[in-house]
């Protein structure tokens, strides 16, 4: 079992800024990349943005410049820090791990937090 705990999500004006905050524990063999994604009412799941354990970073181009993604592999935390937030930015965000479980074969999979809600105020 392996479980994502999310944190940080809430209600901010527009221009405002929130860090969302994700913590993956459990029987997890290894962390490939961490990411957010979120989802509005009425629409799919999108990329907010991902880092792999190497660093490497990608962002969807709506939240490029505002939002910066960053982990802590020690802790298999990933953060997620959100400025000039905008209400077209207010969504369910979702924590994601690509990851492969601790049993044989260590099969690799997505895991999914259980979603924070972020809504902006215009």
């Not at 929130?18 to 029987?27: I, N």
């Not at 354990?53 to 298999?76: P, W």
Request: hydrophobic residues 30%; charged residues 15%.
């Amino acid at each position: 079992q392996v479980q994502l705990v999310e944190s940080g999500g809430g209600l901010v004006q527009a221009g405002g800024s929130l860090r969302l905050s994700c913590a993956a524990s459990g029987s997890i063999f290894r962390i490939n990349a961490m990411g957010w994604y979120r989802q509005a009412p009425g629409n799919q799941r999108e990329l907010v943005a991902r880092i792999t354990t190497g660093g490497v970073t990608n962002y969807a181009d709506s939240v490029k410049g505002r939002c910066t993604i960053s982990r802590d592999n020690t802790k298999n935390t990933v953060y997620l820090q959100m400025n000039s937030l905008k209400p077209e930015d207010t969504a369910v965000y979702y924590c994601n791990v690509d990851g492969q479980g601790s049993g044989w074969p260590h099969i690799r999979r997505d895991y999914w937090g259980q979603g924070t809600q972020v809504t902006v105020s215009s």
